[in-house]
């Protein structure tokens, strides 16, 4: 059974709450599909009057807000063995190599990183608790995570909302060619986003493995 069409089998709280749940977890540093239930959320919302957008797009805010002050806190606390022992747990996300490059990322960045982070699938999980394990200012991060929260969870829910309010009238007006327009219409940036964002990681992990093959090469 796909996301959303589960979704319709509970009820509007029910959705709110694993909305808020998920991306709060993801956001501590567990790999979820944040971003998954939350666009399946927010096209649902627009086929159902039952879902308000808006205490969708407030759950979703909150759960990164919060989810990302646990995982400083828990990276503050825990510092580089609470990677250790990530990296044991989520080999595929918490690698030598990708904390290398989330790090160089940070030193380089810092406030910037923790905002940009949100919109990148790996550095989304990496934000919190890295932060904390390098020790930024509270302040700082709490500047950046709200507003990188705000923007994406907020963000992404309206504008998946209104793509769906646009598609669904488009539908009944020129059928089936409506829907595929204004999806790839308003799902095109993000794509771009994301393309453009994976190269970036590419490029900055493949000297990272390297480095750490060195380092591991008698």
Excluded at 98 to 121: C, D, I, L, N, P
């Amino acid at each position: 059974m796909h996301v959303q069409e589960w979704l319709e089998t509970v009820p509007a709280v029910a959705v709110y709450a694993l909305v808020g749940i998920v991306i709060g977890l993801e956001s501590l540093g567990i790999p979820l599909p944040g971003e998954i239930i939350l666009v399946s959320s927010a096209l649902l919302a627009s086929q159902h009057g039952d879902i308000n957008p808006v205490i969708l797009g407030a759950c979703a805010t909150a759960g990164a807000i919060i989810g990302d002050s646990i995982g400083y806190a828990i990276g503050r606390k825990g510092g580089r063995p609470l990677l250790a022992w990530l990296g044991g747990k989520f080999p595929r996300h918490f690698s030598e190599a990708h904390v290398a490059t989330a790090e160089r990322s940070f030193q380089k960045w810092g406030m910037w990183a923790v905002f940009f982070g949100r919109f990148v699938a790996l550095l989304r999980i990496f934000a919190g608790p890295l932060a904390g394990v390098l020790r930024m200012p509270y302040w700082k991060f709490l500047i950046a995570n709200v507003l990188g929260g705000v923007l994406w969870a907020g963000g992404t829910t309206a504008v998946i909302y209104y793509v769906g309010i646009v598609a669904e009238s488009w539908l009944k007006r020129f059928s089936w060619l409506g829907l595929v327009l204004a999806v790839a219409i308003g799902l095109t940036s993000m794509l771009v986003l994301k393309r453009k964002a994976k190269k970036a990681a590419v490029t900055e992990t493949a000297p990272a493995e390297e480095a750490v093959r060195a380092e591991s090469a008698p």
